[in-house]
């Protein structure tokens, strides 16, 4: 596994979740825990577009074609033997991209699974869609840009949700060797969002009832980032003590 890789984040749109949080710790491997926003866990969908990816050093125009991608996110915390550290892990990876699955574990820590993406994006509205190629998972997100972060819970303004998720920069994933979790953090010079209303969400994983009993899990908002030059940088992967089984296989 290369331990960086840059790339341009085109799109992100991150739709959040407060859930019950005994819930979500049930849902959650070693050695991580809910990371907790007002008695609440945070959950949520990330609906990443990548432009340009390649290797330090090289010309942005070598680069891969852009990738859409999306991931299901829990926030986390977990003990290390200096401090205890923030993040998130990850329990399902989509990509359109073949070779981005392909080199799932191998280029791109995580394993990730085969999705056919559907987009369609304004300058103020986006829409943004997938279904796994397995049919176990899927998304269908419609939110749009807004002057200022209402209605949340969790957050009581931009700047407070912006700093919460920057701090949270290091992702876990499922891979494919059980109770190991492939680790990649994100790294970028600036970090601007911009906060946005969720018109309609839909997610195999948040609505679930199996999972997320009614009243477990309330949409909370959501933040867009775009055109931010990144550097992807792996992490130690971490291990479960007990035998973790992937909420989705």
């Known amino acids: ?30 050695p991580f825990r809910p990371q907790l926003v007002h008695g609440a866990a945070v ?12 290797l330090p050093g090289m010309p942005r125009v070598a680069g891969l074609r852009p990738t859409e991608n999306g991931a299901h996110r829990i926030a986390v915390e977990w003990d ?4 205890v550290r923030t993040g998130v892990f990850i329990p399902r990876r989509d990509s359109h991209s073949r070779a981005t699955v392909a080199l799932g574990g191998r280029l791109y820590p995580g394993w990730h699974h085969r999705s056919v993406f559907t987009v369609a994006e304004t300058d103020t509205d986006l829409r ?8 176990e998972a899927y998304v269908d997100v419609h939110a749009r840009i807004t002057d200022r972060l209402a209605g949340s819970a969790l957050f009581a303004d931009l700047d407070e949700a912006s700093r919460f998720f920057r701090t949270g920069a290091d992702g876990y994933s499922v891979s494919r060797h059980p109770g190991v979790h492939e680790g990649l ?7 601007d969002v ?24 309330e949409l909370d908002g959501a933040l867009v980032m775009r055109h931010i030059p990144v550097t992807w940088q792996a992490l130690p992967p971490l291990e479960s003590k007990g035998t973790f089984t992937s909420l989705y296989v």
């Open 128 to 135: 943004v869609a997938f279904r796994s190629t397995d049919d």
């Open 1 to 30: 596994m290369l331990p960086r890789v840059q790339s341009e984040i085109q799109r992100r749109l991150l739709v959040n979740y407060r859930a019950d949080a005994d819930l979500v710790a049930r849902l959650l491997p070693e």
């Open 185 to 191: 953090r994100l790294v970028s010079p600036r970090w």
């Open 80 to 83: 290390t033997p200096d401090s």
């Open 43 to 54: 959950v949520g969908i990330c609906l990443i577009r990548l432009g340009g990816t390649r």
């Open 194 to 217: 911009e906060p946005a209303q969720v018109l309609h969400a839909r997610s195999s994983f948040y609505d679930d009832r199996r999972l997320f009993p009614p009243g477990s899990v």
